[in-house]
């Protein structure tokens, strides 16, 4: 489900992503996907950020993304750009209303 709560974000958001959620590993122990994918509307920004990673390292960002979903996004999800690129999450920020989840937004690294 996309956000309801403003629907003036929507001019905020020109870009589109996708999420596979992480379906497993295979006989090398690599991530296997569902295929099962969803598209969010969202905004794309490249830019250096500071942060702080899922393991706590401090680490340099290099996409911003906000992401216009109510379904929560989780570390192990793949998540594609809209130039076809998916770089490793960094990290998620999630943004509640009084309705409940309002957006979210990614830390990504380099692809």
């Known amino acids: 489900m996309t956000f309801p709560h403003v629907s003036a974000w929507a001019d905020l958001m020109p ?18 996907y569902s295929t099962d994918v969803a598209s969010y509307p969202a905004r794309v920004v490249y830019k250096p950020t ?6 706590g ?3 340099i960002a290099s996409v911003s993304v906000t992401v216009a979903s109510t379904t929560p996004i989780t570390a192990t999800d793949l998540v594609t750009l809209p130039d076809g690129s998916q770089p490793p999450l960094i990290s998620v920020s999630q943004y509640p209303s009084p309705d409940g989840l309002h957006h979210q937004t990614l830390l990504m690294g380099r692809g």
């Open 15 to 32: 870009h589109t992503i996708t999420v596979a959620a992480l379906d497993g590993v295979d006989d090398y122990a690599e991530p296997t």
């Open 57 to 59: 390292e401090e680490v």
């Open 50 to 55: 500071r942060t702080h990673s899922f393991q």
